[in-house]
């Protein structure tokens, strides 16, 4: 059965990527069509979406720093977004009842905010993903909608503890008391543990065992131990590296996630109603994320964006209706509802977040009004400057380009990045950088035409293919004639660059061999002539 379920995984996966969404969306579609087959879960699929979601939330522990969660924009969004869906969706959910609708002929009051509060939760497996595809976990929308995330993650932990009625044990405070002290001793480890399979070997360790395993001992949510180890690794310079070697691992999980999803099963005819209803009401939850995050200064594409990011379902409400299902607060039918309708709500959210850039320079005018007159710190708008060379994207290949050329050219050169933190690192180092989103079309309408500047040449060092094929285009709006240069991952990404007007692109993995072999031969070149021969 497993067979069936990962081939049916692959294939679907394989044809949903193809038509340019997520795959995602065909994990789920695979499971879904497994269901309607006869098909459920298996116990190892099941395992495997557990230690999906556990190294997943270990990993948004590496690179989660505490200050981030203590802003308004997360703590008090997250929390007056929950608390205005609760009480819109219970409200809607109850009115439900005098509809006629025979499924929801039962439900009470107490029914109706059980089943809100589950849906108010979105789902940290999926933005996750979605923002890690397009390289947006630092931008300020990315970091908020992970704050929110994990605010709504302790608002669980929080409930599921208290209806489950099992008290942390006394020994709880004793692994708490020694967690500084375990801190200590990995970070050390980490230092010395080399590059290969032993980091990937420490980082499972730290998750599922130090992290899950020991809080599940002491009655205490695996999940959150795993959450907790992870943030108090994030100081380490190499916690990136460890989040990248456990990627794969985590991604192949994952998929086990997705499709234990579409296994939950399908409802009988009322119960499809239900679901429907559900699908429906998922608009109204988008509304609700914009106008809060709107309220908190954020620009109308910031919100606009973060909403996309969060608009699904979550696992974690299919756990709180699970739970109030076995102790007989709600109807069981309900966590296959919520169940089909996570699923679906995931296959929504796939290409609204892959086409939320175009969708709101569409919608933009009515969105924009509902902006507060303050800006938030990190969007208020930059000065503009005189240059020669501009490099959009400051990671480690755009900083190496920024240093070459101000080593080698003669040139004015201007760096852009969104990280706010990296932005601050390198002007402390004395390099020219704004923070600007280059995806962010209030970006380029504060940029001046480029007829008459002194612009010559643009290096596109960010990650994401869409971000470098949305740059050019706006860059030809702007009326720029100079040359464009562009990195790409992988070779299939080359052609498109130049297809799309770029001058100049390399992969990058490729030209380091190239780069490397340029270094030895300067190097040794007083032991070869240029031909090689001695």
């Keep these: ?101 025979r499924f929801f002929a039962n439900v009470d009051i107490n029914t109706a905010l059980l089943v809100g509060f589950a849906l108010s939760f979105s789902s940290t497996v999926f933005a996750v993903k979605i923002l890690e595809e397009s390289g947006r976990m630092n931008s300020l929308n990315g970091r908020t909608a992970i704050g929110v995330l994990i605010i709504q993650d302790i608002v669980a932990v929080i409930y599921l503890t208290l209806s489950t009625g099992k008290m942390p044990s006394i020994w709880a405070l004793l692994l708490i008391g020694l967690l500084p002290i375990v801190r200590k001793v990995f970070l050390q480890v980490l230092s010395r543990v080399g590059h290969g399979e032993l ?37 380490h310079p190499r916690t990136q590296e460890l989040a990248d070697a456990l990627m794969s691992v985590k991604d192949v999980l994952l998929v086990c996630f997705f499709l234990d999803i579409g296994l939950t099963g399908l409802p009988n005819a009322s119960g499809l109603a239900a679901v429907g209803i559900l699908v429906v009401l998922l608009p109204l939850k988008m509304v609700l994320y914009f106008l809060v995050f709107s309220r908190f200064t954020l620009k109308a594409r910031t919100s606009f964006v973060t909403t996309m990011n969060l608009s699904n379902y979550s696992e974690f ?12 607060h709600i109807d069981r039918q309900w966590v296959v509802i919520i169940g089909i309708g996570l699923a679906i709500s995931f296959i929504i959210a796939s290409p609204l977040n892959k086409f939320a850039g175009t969708l709101f320079v569409r919608i933009k005018r009515p969105l924009k009004r509902l902006e507060t007159r303050r800006r938030h710190p990190e969007e208020r708008p930059f000065k503009r400057q005189s240059c020669d060379i501009i490099i959009m994207g400051m990671g480690r290949v755009g900083v190496g380009a920024y240093d070459w050329f101000q080593e080698h050219c003669a040139q004015r050169v201007l760096g852009f990045d969104f990280d706010i933190e990296t932005v601050a690192r390198l002007q402390a180092a004395g390099h020219n950088i704004v923070r600007a989103d280059v995806t962010d079309p209030d970006f380029w309408r504060r940029m001046p035409a480029f007829q008459g500047t002194t612009v010559k040449l643009v290096i596109l060092a960010v990650a994401n293919l869409e971000a470098k094929l949305f740059t050019i285009q706006m860059l030809k709006k702007k009326g720029f004639q100079g040359k464009v240069g562009a990195v790409a991952r992988y070779d299939d990404e080359l052609e498109v660059l130049y297809d799309s007007g770029v001058h100049t692109a390399f992969n990058i993995f490729g030209e380091a061999g190239a780069g490397l072999a340029t270094h030895v031969s300067e190097s040794l070149e007083a032991f070869c002539t240029i031909d090689g021969q001695p």
Excluded: H
């Design 199 to 235: 980091m990937v070997l420490l980082g499972l360790f730290i998750a599922l065992i130090v992290g899950a395993y020991s809080f599940e001992m002491v009655r205490l949510k695996s999940d959150l131990g795993a959450l907790i180890l992870g943030m108090m690794m994030a100081s």
């Design 1 to 101: 059965m497993d067979t069936i379920i990962l081939s049916s995984a692959f294939v679907l996966g394989y044809l949903v990527y193809r038509l340019g969404l997520p795959p995602m969306v065909g994990f789920l579609l695979a499971g879904l069509a497994l269901s309607a087959a006869g098909f459920t879960s298996t116990p190892l699929l099941k395992m495997g979406a557990d230690l999906g979601v556990t190294l997943l939330l270990f990993t948004i522990g590496l690179k989660l720093k505490i200050k981030n969660l203590l802003k308004p924009e997360v703590w008090g969004a997250g929390l007056l977004q929950m608390g205005l869906s609760v009480t819109v969706f219970g409200f809607a959910l109850f009115c439900l009842g005098f509809s006629g609708l």
């Design 317 to 328: 409400g299919l756990i709180v209706c699970a739970l109030a299902a076995a102790q007989g």
